[in-house]
C-alpha cells in the first residue's frame, strides 16, 4: 500500500468516525496487540497480518494524537515489537516481528494478560514508581494531565488458557483512569465464548468476528467495522469528560 492509498485510508476513517458524530480531530493514542503464538505462523508468512498493519494505520493517523501506532506481540509471553507510523510502516512486519527481536516470544501458546498488562503498564500513569513516590511525598497534590484515551486492536486467532487473568485485568481497567478501550478481533472458526462475554460484560471491550481475515482486510466497510458504533460512543465519552474538566 502506497503512501498516497493510506491517506485514502485516513479519509475513510474521518468518514465513519464523522457518521458517528464525531466531527473534530478526535485526539486518541492507538496500539494493536498482534498474536504471534503458533496457530498465526501461516497469516504471518503469507503477509496478512502486515496487511493488517496497513489497515489499522490510518486509525492512527487520523486518531492518534502523534500518528504512531504502538504495536505488540504476544504468545504466552509479550513483548513491545515496533512503532508504526506512515514513514517505516512498509514490511514492518518481517523487519520488527519475525526479524528482530521477538524470537523469544515467537509460536508459543496463548495467553492475553500478559499483553494487556504490559498495554495497561505502558499507557497508564498508575503504575509510575517514580509518579507514585510523588504523590505519597506529597500526599496526591501533584500536577498530573488526564491521559488520552487509547483504542487498543487485540487480533487473536484462539482462545486464551489464562481466562480468569485476563478478566481481572479487564475489570481493574474498567475502574481506573486507564481509558482503554478494547476492540477483540476473533480470526477463523472459534466460538470465542470468552472474548463475547468480555465484551458483553464491559463497556470499554468490543468483539468482532472474522471467520476470513484475508478477506476481511479487503472489505470495503473495513472501518465500519473497526470502529463500531460502541467504541465512538466511548470515545465521545471520554472526550466529553476532558472538555468539561477543562472548564473546571
Known amino acids: 500500500?502506497?503512501?498516497?492509498?493510506?491517506?485514502?485510508?485516513?479519509?475513510?476513517?474521518?468518514?465513519?468516525?464523522?457518521?458517528?458524530?464525531?466531527?473534530?480531530?478526535?485526539?486518541?493514542?492507538?496500539?494493536?496487540?498482534?498474536d504471534v503464538s503458533g496457530s498465526m505462523t501461516e497469516l504471518y508468512k503469507q503477509g496478512v497480518v502486515q496487511r493488517v498493519?496497513?489497515?489499522?494505520?490510518?486509525?492512527?493517523?487520523?486518531?492518534?494524537?502523534?500518528?504512531?501506532?504502538?504495536?505488540?506481540?504476544?504468545?504466552?509471553?509479550?513483548?513491545?515489537?515496533?512503532?508504526?507510523?506512515?514513514?517505516?510502516?512498509?514490511?514492518?512486519?518481517?523487519?520488527?516481528?519475525?526479524?528482530?527481536?521477538?524470537?523469544?516470544i515467537l509460536w508459543e501458546g496463548t495467553r492475553y494478560a500478559p499483553a494487556i498488562q504490559a498495554n495497561l503498564n505502558y499507557y497508564s500513569q498508575d503504575n509510575s514508581p517514580v509518579l507514585n513516590f510523588f504523590r505519597k511525598l506529597f500526599k496526591g497534590h501533584v500536577n498530573e494531565e488526564k491521559p488520552l484515551p487509547v483504542i487498543n486492536y487485540f487480533l487473536t486467532d484462539g482462545e486464551n488458557t489464562d481466562k480468569s487473568a485476563t478478566q481481572a485485568l479487564f475489570e481493574h481497567i474498567e475502574k481506573t483512569d486507564a481509558q482503554i478501550y478494547y476492540l477483540l478481533i476473533g480470526v477463523g472458526s472459534a466460538k470465542y465464548e470468552f472474548l463475547r462475554d468480555m465484551a458483553e460484560r464491559f463497556p470499554n471491550v468490543g468483539f468482532v468476528s472474522v471467520k476470513n481475515l484475508a478477506v476481511f482486510l479487503e472489505d470495503e466497510s473495513i472501518y465500519e467495522q473497526?470502529?463500531?458504533?460502541?467504541?465512538?460512543?466511548?470515545?465521545?465519552?471520554?472526550?466529553?469528560?476532558?472538555?468539561?474538566?477543562d472548564h473546571h
Open 1 to 34: 500500500m502506497s503512501i498516497f492509498e493510506i491517506e485514502k485510508e485516513v479519509e475513510k476513517v474521518r468518514f465513519v468516525l464523522e457518521k458517528n458524530g464525531i466531527d473534530h480531530v478526535v485526539r486518541a493514542r492507538v496500539g494493536m496487540n498482534l
Open 53 to 104: 498493519v496497513e489497515r489499522i494505520l490510518p486509525l492512527g493517523l487520523a486518531c492518534d494524537d502523534n500518528g504512531e501506532i504502538d504495536v505488540w506481540g504476544f504468545s504466552s509471553r509479550t513483548a513491545l515489537a515496533c512503532v508504526a507510523t506512515r514513514e517505516n510502516y512498509k514490511n514492518i512486519v518481517n523487519q520488527e516481528m519475525m526479524d528482530g527481536d521477538l524470537d523469544h
Open 226 to 245: 473497526l470502529l463500531p458504533a460502541e467504541l465512538c460512543t466511548w470515545l465521545k465519552h471520554e472526550h466529553d469528560g476532558e472538555d468539561e474538566d
